[in-house]
């Protein structure tokens, strides 16, 4: 089995901290590397988690103010010196698209690796390749600000004492699985029967942001959800002034949600002890936990 795992490059918002990197955030899932808003110092942070900067496929910016993008033209150089030979696929918001091509081509170096860009203008599915589904959600953060969610295609599983019971095996498994049914003495064993669809996990990230619906869309039924959590409740009317979220509004919205897993990121650089985040979280959803630079999160299979 691939590596399934959330790993949090940095943690901080604008000012990063003598213990919190700006923000990034590697997700590695079914042999794809999945890198969300890579702030400045993220090349770096690949060292120190011990993660080869190649491990890298997809690269997703939601806004173009600099914690969230600093990183992005080193990460691209990083990969060209590392001779990655996959495609680099880019996801950032259309507007931004001169800020993408500055950081992008910010310093003198040859270009080998391949970029594909996907500038976003339109809610909904960006991409679709039978495997993983991307998404994306506008956010209200006073610029252009994409929410985004990776969901992998659901799976039939078979209840395997059932295909015992009937006898369903080898040719007939074969038959079952192409066709939809099997006969068995003189039975027909319709599909269903002896099996169930598994819908596919889902990983969603919702950055800089007042509570509005494109989040609560992005959230819906998440296996782990990624949120920004910038202030703390007391902070709160700092927080709509400057369209973030406060840890309780994060947490309200995982709840409303149904999602299994909230991860809590983004901290305003006023705070040193994270452990009120994670309490003031839990008493809304329990299943919260703070992210911290440098470590990883199991992303295992909901069922």
């Not at 990460?75 to 696929?89: F, P, Q």
């Not at 390749?129 to 610029?143: K, M, T, Y």
């Amino acid at each position: 089995m691939s590596v399934r795992d959330l790993t949090i490059l940095g943690s901080s918002s604008q000012q990063p901290t003598r213990m919190r990197n700006h923000g990034a955030y590697l997700l590695r899932w079914n042999g794809e590397g999945f890198l969300f808003d890579p702030g400045e110092g993220t090349q770096r942070q690949f060292i120190h988690a011990g993660i080869a900067p190649p491990t890298v496929t997809r690269i997703f910016i939601s806004h173009f103010h600099g914690d969230h993008c600093l990183g992005f033209g080193s990460m691209l150089m990083r990969l060209n010196l590392d001779g990655a030979s996959h495609e680099i696929h880019c996801y950032y918001p259309k507007s931004g698209k001169k800020y993408f091509d500055r950081l992008r081509y910010s310093t003198i170096y040859h270009e080998k690796i391949t970029v594909v860009e996907h500038p976003i203008d339109q809610a909904g599915v960006v991409h679709d390749d039978g495997e993983f589904c991307i998404s994306a959600e506008f956010l209200d953060h006073g610029v252009d600000n994409l929410a985004y969610r990776v969901q992998e295609k659901d799976e039939r599983k078979y209840y395997r004492e059932k295909l015992v019971e009937l006898g369903i095996k080898g040719e007939a498994m074969r038959t079952l699985r192409e066709t939809g049914s099997v006969k068995i003495d003189g039975k027909v064993i319709e599909q269903d029967e002896v099996s169930y669809i598994r819908q596919g996990d889902s990983f969603a990230y919702i950055s800089d942001t007042k509570v509005c619906a494109g989040a609560k869309k992005i959230a819906e039924g998440a296996t782990m959800l990624l949120s920004e959590s910038t202030y703390l409740d007391e902070a709160k009317v700092m927080a709509e002034k400057h369209r973030h979220l406060t840890c309780k509004q994060a947490a309200q919205i995982a709840k409303d949600a149904g999602v299994l897993m909230l991860i809590l990121t983004h901290f305003s650089a006023r705070y040193l002890d994270l452990s009120l985040f994670e309490q003031e979280a839990r008493a809304i959803f329990p299943n919260s936990f703070v992210a911290k630079d440098l470590i990883k999160f199991p992303f295992k299979k909901s069922f």
